[in-house]
């Protein structure tokens, strides 16, 4: 057992969310890893990585509700998180991006190495993190009454990354494109974001996240608002993604699941027990021939 010493909210304190003209007042949590940043990241590396969560307990107060997790994330690769409400996905997700350290009841024991780096060294700034380490939530959250070229770039001036128009026109449409809502938008991109639907609203979400080049993006049940045909954008934009960034997505549907990923983990917690994963795996043997019964009874819609 490799556990660390259970690190608190207070022993890694969030950063708050600098003040700027150019953007809105948001909570923290909503915005993802947009707000946190004070300070320029422009020295972290670029490319796909390898995400490694190492021995990941987690608490609320003093209830854990995580036991020494460990999962590879191969880069470039999407790995679906499943599993019955409670189990902990969410909780995981977010400490890997360090978002879990925001709840200030908030602790935890273990690593995550990004390409080897643990992003919870003392000398590994929370920005770097989540600059590298993008999120994408349930519910769209763009900000409404900015344009949608504007909300594409929020996240520059916040990481410090400096670019004239000329570049800022490039990252624009090449971030729209990868998240294919270029050629929906590209003759309003003045307008304000809030004007898109909620499944524009989604991948206006990703595309802001990409521009500012994450090695891997975190993605919460990001369609679990989203009707069948925004579900399948998405789902295309997680496609053409493969491959260029190391994708981590929470899901519900099995379906998607199936469909998305390259790899699924299992999670599952026993009656006031913590969660943790009982099974991992290519998803094509996680759902076509799992180890363990319960995870065949899961991904069969026999519980949860
Ligand atoms: N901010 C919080 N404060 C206290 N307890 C929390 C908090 N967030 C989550 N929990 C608890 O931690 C446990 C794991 O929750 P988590 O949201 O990670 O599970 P999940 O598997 O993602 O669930 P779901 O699929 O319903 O989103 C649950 O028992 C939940 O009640």
Redesign the pocket.
Known sequence: MNIKARRSAALVPATPAPATEALPAVDAAGLGQLAVFDEPTTDVPSGAARLRAENISAW??D?K?LDRVSLTMEPGKVTALI??????????LRILNRMHEM?P??SLAGQVRLDGTDIYDPSQRVTAARRQIGMVFQKANPFPAMSIYENTIAGLKLAGIKADRVEKDFLVEDSLRKASLWEEVKDRLHQPGGGLSGGQQQRLCIARSLAVSPRVLLMD?PCSALDPTSTRRVEETIHSLRGQITIVI?T?NMQQAARVSDECAF?LAAHNQP?GIVEHGDTEAMFGAPRDSRTSDYVNGRFG
Do not use: I, L
């Open positions: 609320f107060g209830r509700v599993g019955p409400s409670g189990c902990g996905k969410s909780t995981f709840v009841s908030a049940e929470v519900h999670f969660g």
